[in-house]
Every structure is written in C-alpha cells, then in structure tokens.
C-alpha cells in the first residue's frame, strides 16, 4: 500500500492509500479520488519527501526506561472492517439521491431523536396531530412499529467521509 498526499484544485490537502501508483493513476483518471473538502475530482499528488532508511548506521542505542514509570496502556482493539466499495457513475447518482432524501426530510420533519418511536405510535393511534417526523430507532423499535402497521421508512447512514 502506498500514502499519498494529494491536493485539489482548490488548494485543499489531504491523504489517502492507494493498492499502487497506477491504481492512484486509473482512480484518478475515472474521477474516483476526489478531495473530502470540496468533492472537485481535479486531483493530484502533491510533492512529498520520502522515507527512506539510512543503512550507514548502526542500530540506535535504546533509550533507557524512566524509573518508576507506568506500564504503558494496552493498544485500544481494531474495529472490525467495514463492507466498501469503490463507486461508478450508478453508485455517485444513487448517493447523491441519498443525499437529496436525507436534506429533504431534515427540512421538511420535525426531528424527534430517540423519542421516534413513541411519537409515531402516537400518531399513528390519533393521539397527536400527524405530522411528519424523524429520529432514531432501535432494532426492536422498528420490528414493534412494523408489527402495529405504522408506516416508516428506515433512513440509510451516508458515508462521513467522501474517500
């Protein structure tokens, strides 16, 4: 694998990993690299010093351990490796309706948080006016909503980042 820095057109930097230089070149090419800041697809490696091992050396003397000094703290486990994909033009558009679908609910329904699924068993029953909403909802939550006939649509999670 190899880091790259990498620069818009719009002077924004950033940085990500690429299987080889000619995977950088086809995704680049295809319009797939584009920066997290601004999404321009004009994208090119920016100028970087490499690191390179001196082999006119010997080993580095260790350094001595600080007397009384706390056990470092154990490494915080991985998290477990999440599904990818890498996108064509199909999965862009579907994502940008993703997109448009999640701003077009946050502007036009009432946000609920977590009280989700209380408010739309109450709405569903008369016992407050109906109104659109959105929130979140629990597993169990949903299956409940589902077997008392409220009709909801579960919202997909966009991607934080655009790499």
Same mark, same amino acid.
């Given at each position: 694998?190899?880091?790259?820095?990498?620069?818009?057109?719009?002077?924004?930097?950033?940085?990500?990993?690429?299987?080889?230089?000619?995977?950088?070149?086809?995704?680049?090419?295809?319009?797939?690299?584009?920066?997290?800041?601004?999404?321009?697809?004009?994208?090119?490696?920016?100028?970087?010093?490499?690191?390179?091992?001196?082999?006119?050396?010997?080993?580095?003397?260790?350094?001595?351990?600080?007397?009384?000094?706390?056990?470092?703290?154990?490494?915080?486990?991985?998290? #477990?490796?999440?599904?990818? %994909?890498? *996108?064509?033009?199909? $999965?862009?558009?579907?994502?940008?309706? =993703?997109?448009? &679908?999640? +701003?077009?609910?946050?502007?036009?329904?009432?946000?609920?948080?977590?009280?989700?699924?209380?408010?739309?068993?109450?709405?569903?029953?008369?016992?407050?006016?109906?109104?659109?909403?959105?929130?979140? #909802?629990?597993?169990?939550? %949903?299956? *409940?909503?589902?077997? $008392?006939?409220?009709?909801?649509?579960? =919202?997909?999670? &966009?991607? +934080?980042?655009?790499?």
């Amino acid at each position: 694998m190899i880091r790259y820095t990498l620069i818009c057109d719009n002077a924004h930097e950033f940085e990500s990993w690429f299987a080889s230089s000619a995977s950088f070149d086809e995704q680049a090419k295809r319009g797939f690299v584009t920066c997290p800041i601004c999404n321009s697809a004009k994208v090119e490696r920016a100028v970087m010093a490499p690191a390179v091992a001196r082999t006119d050396r010997g080993p580095r003397p260790a350094e001595p351990a600080p007397e009384a000094a706390a056990p470092a703290p154990a490494p915080a486990p991985s998290p #477990a490796p999440q599904p990818a %994909a890498l *996108m064509g033009e199909k $999965e862009l558009a579907f994502r940008a309706m =993703l997109t448009a &679908l999640h +701003e077009h609910v946050a502007a036009n329904a009432e946000p609920v948080g977590k009280r989700f699924a209380e408010e739309a068993l109450k709405i569903h029953h008369g016992e407050t006016e109906n109104r659109a909403i959105y929130g979140e #909802a629990s597993a169990e939550d %949903a299956q *409940m909503l589902h077997e $008392e006939g409220v009709e909801f649509l579960p =919202l997909p999670r &966009l991607p +934080e980042g655009r790499n």
